[in-house]
């Protein structure tokens, strides 16, 4: 088990849960999919989580 802390719910729009951080990144629609892939699944993950400061 992993425990990630976020610092927010969502990036862009893209509401991430810990299903996200399972490799399941969910979209509602394809505007979001496209907007995923431009900006990559890990700056998305990257983007919600607490910072190591």
């Avoid at 810990?18 to 907007?35: R, Y």
């Amino acid at each position: 088990m992993m425990a990630v802390p976020r610092a927010q719910e969502q990036c862009e729009g893209i509401s991430i849960n810990s299903l996200g951080f399972a490799g399941a990144l969910l979209v509602k629609d394809e505007d979001q999919l496209e907007q995923l892939k431009a900006i990559g699944p890990m700056n998305i993950l990257k983007a919600v989580v607490c910072s190591e400061d």
